[in-house]
């Protein structure tokens, strides 16, 4: 049995694995005040062409649906929801973790997974010019993921258009980086981390489905913060006391671009599972430029592809075929891409 089910069924990168090991016996400060969390803010502000100074701005978490959860809520209002596309994480595949803090989910159409700019200038301004507002949910944030939930990607345009679309309606841009690895390394992406600095007013940057055994690292982009943050993550459970467990992933991760070489490890994968797709006849969803792959399979070919290889159901494509993902990590052979042609 060989598996594409996901790019977070490998445990983590055999350096942080090392790192771990190495500094096992080091008596270090709890929290995320040890040395390793401190470099590892440092690098990855350096990274996203930010200041030494607003390293203090970065801020480690332990999984995805935790930090768009804690986010959300810390940087709306009480009578704020959070806008995304119908498609969007938060928005499906979160079970209710945005609602459950008392925010809404907000949704606006999904184009392969991307909102438009002017849907969402739209929308916010068709609000405003409701009479009867005062009583309806206000639009307080705006969430995208990069890559999308169709593995496709923003381009630099596309993102300038949102971010100047949410200036113009005073509300942060908020962008969920899950797998952004991916979509920086993809081979048409135009974005880079400082790009994504300068636009976002927040985003984080993903470790559990890019080599890390957990962890992702959020970035306040404008020393917007919200007060007190220490205090908010604890009342939502998410204070880690060994802190030190994500600070060091972290500070390996982007140590000599180890994040980026990773990642590109996942794309070149992709590529050539999508190449073995095509010669084989298979036909795509939609053409994704990272490492999620969709393919529309016969009903009775996936059931009998099942047998041996582990892919993620998505969504019904019509009574005969259905839709499934693909996915190649960090950790993706070339022999896993060749086992996977022989079955095909």
């Not at 590892?40 to 332990?62: D, H, M, P």
Request: some cysteine; glycine content about 8%; overall charge negative.
């Amino acid at each position: 049995m060989i598996s594409f089910e996901s790019d977070y069924i490998e445990g983590a990168h055999p350096a942080i694995l090392e790192a771990l090991a190495k500094s096992n016996m080091e008596a270090l400060s709890g929290y995320g005040s040890d040395s390793y969390t401190k470099s590892a803010k440092e690098k990855i502000a350096l990274a996203c062409g930010l200041s030494k100074k607003q390293s203090n701005q970065v801020y480690f978490l332990t999984g995805g649906t935790q930090t768009n959860q804690i986010v959300i809520d810390t940087m709306l209002r009480p009578f704020e929801g959070v806008i995304s596309a119908q498609t969007g994480h938060v928005s499906v595949h979160e079970a209710g973790a945005i609602e459950f803090t008392g925010h809404k989910v907000l949704t606006i159409p999904a184009h392969e997974g991307k909102m438009k700019a002017d849907e969402l200038d739209s929308y916010i301004s068709d609000f405003y010019a409701d009479g009867n507002h005062e009583h309806m949910v206000f639009p307080g944030l705006a969430y995208i993921s990069q890559p999308t939930e169709y593995g496709t990607l923003y381009t630099k345009k596309e993102l300038t258009e949102l971010s100047q679309v949410c200036r113009k309606h005073k509300i942060p841009l908020f962008m969920d980086g899950a797998r952004l690895g991916y979509g920086l390394m993809a081979r048409d992406s135009d974005l880079t981390l400082p790009d994504i600095a300068r636009l976002c007013d927040v985003f984080y940057i993903g470790g559990t489905k890019v080599g890390a055994l957990c962890g992702e690292a959020v970035v306040f982009t404008k020393e917007n913060m919200p007060a007190h943050f220490d205090n908010l993550v604890k009342k939502h459970g998410a204070l880690l006391a060994k802190g030190r467990l994500l600070g060091i992933q972290f500070d390996t991760l982007f140590t000599d671009d180890l994040y980026f070489k990773i990642c590109r490890n996942a794309i070149d994968r992709a590529e050539e599972l999508k190449s073995i797709f095509r010669e084989k006849g298979y036909k795509f969803y939609l053409d994704s430029p990272t490492n999620q792959q969709f393919v529309i399979l016969e009903n009775s070919k996936m059931t009998e592809l099942q047998k041996s290889v582990r892919f993620s159901f998505w969504e019904k494509y019509d009574e005969s075929h259905t839709v499934v993902r693909f996915a190649t990590s960090w950790a993706t052979t070339k022999e896993k891409i060749e086992e996977l042609k022989k079955l095909l």
